[in-house]
């Protein structure tokens, strides 16, 4: 019997089932071993950080006033 696409299209996609460990190393993650690792610089000065805090703490109380 053969199928076609069209009769593919309403079945849902079986994917293999892997551990944590098996899709960690697939994605070449490694733990977090301090809160240095999660440090980035994404603001170049604090002025550009203040900025910014207030332009999203502007725009998520906009629609409540």
Do not use: N, W
């Not at 069209?6 to 697939?26: H, K, N, T, W, Y």
């Not at 071993?33 to 725009?59: G, I």
């Amino acid at each position: 019997m053969t199928t076609d696409k069209a009769d593919q299209a309403g079945a849902p996609l079986v994917r293999p089932r892997l551990s944590l460990a098996e899709l960690l190393a697939a994605k070449g993650t490694a733990p977090i071993r301090s809160l240095d690792d999660l440090a980035a610089d994404t603001f170049q000065s604090d002025e550009e950080l203040e900025e910014f805090l207030a332009f999203t703490y502007a725009e998520r109380h906009r629609e409540i006033a």
